[in-house]
Nanobody, 124 residues
Framework: VQLQASGGGLVQAGGSLRLSCGAS????????MGWFRQAPGKEREAVAA????????RYADSVKGRFTISRDNAKNTVYLQMNSLKPEDTAVYYC??????????????????WGQGTQVTVSS
């Protein structure tokens, strides 16, 4: 299984970025997908998650209304659209996959597979 995250970069506060995570080596439609982030000196935290069929989503309170998670099962890809970025969003962002046909998984310990991470830096 491989998860390849991309789309990170340097952006000014108030700007936008779109992260992508392509998956291979798994049956994508059988996996719940999540985005996590880890800032220096902090624990990895859940940002957003989406059910296998894309009908259910969940967001961290800190990103609600600014971030949108979506998936294209035909392309084996999950996205994270990030708008109105703030300096506190600066972190390495990781995508993760957990096998499951129903619902949302939020705990990082439940996820089976992880991507390599992409750096997002928001300048003030």
């Amino acid at each position: 299984v491989q998860l390849q995250a991309s789309g990170g970069g340097l952006v000014q506060a108030g700007g936008s970025l779109r992260l992508s995570c392509g998956a291979s080596g798994l049956t994508f439609t059988k996996y719940i997908m999540g985005w996590f982030r880890q800032a220096p000196g902090k624990e990895r935290e859940a940002v957003a998650a989406i059910s296998s069929g894309g009908t259910s989503t969940r967001y961290a309170d800190s990103v609600k209304g600014r971030f949108t998670i979506s998936r294209d099962n035909a392309k084996n890809t999950v996205y994270l659209q990030m708008n109105s970025l703030k300096p506190e969003d600066t972190a390495v962002y990781y995508c993760a996959a957990d096998e499951g046909l129903y619902g949302i998984v939020w705990s990082k310990t439940s996820y089976d597979h992880w991507g390599q991470g992409t750096q997002v830096t928001v300048s003030s």
